[in-house]
């Protein structure tokens, strides 16, 4: 069973800031396409950042300008670099590996909590 670990999930105040982080073994990071996606009580999975081998980057609408996706090549690491949240962010984060043909992978899920 492939492992990928997440961290950094919590409770934050609107206008706060998080980084979740996820390690992947080293044959997965090198050749797959790593995301996050999020769930909320009562809604489906949703895409919400995602980046490729070559470094190109994809956001949902709703996080464009305050999530940042990038990579630790070195550590086998992927972070989303959460700014300026809201409430609406409130959500279980995946951290996702995907590659054509293959299924994906999956993290176990953090919490994220935005509250005042």
């Known amino acids: 069973q492939v492992q990928l670990a997440e961290s950094g999930g919590g409770l934050v105040q609107p206008g706060g800031s998080l980084r979740l982080s996820c390690i992947a073994p080293?044959?997965?990071?090198?050749?797959?396409?790593m995301g996050w996606y999020r769930q909320a009580p009562g809604k489906q999975r949703e895409l919400v950042a995602r980046i490729s081998r070559s470094g190109t980057t994809t956001y949902a609408n709703s996080v464009q300008g305050r999530f940042t996706i990038s990579t630790d090549n070195a550590n086998n690491t992927v972070y989303l670099q959460m700014n300026s949240l809201k409430p609406d962010d409130t959500a279980v984060y995946y951290c996702?590996?995907?590659?054509?043909?293959?299924?994906?992978?999956w993290g176990q899920g953090t919490q994220v909590t935005v509250s005042s």
């Open positions: 080293g044959w997965i990071f090198s050749i797959y396409t």
């Open positions: 996702n590996a995907h590659k054509s043909v293959f299924p994906d992978l």
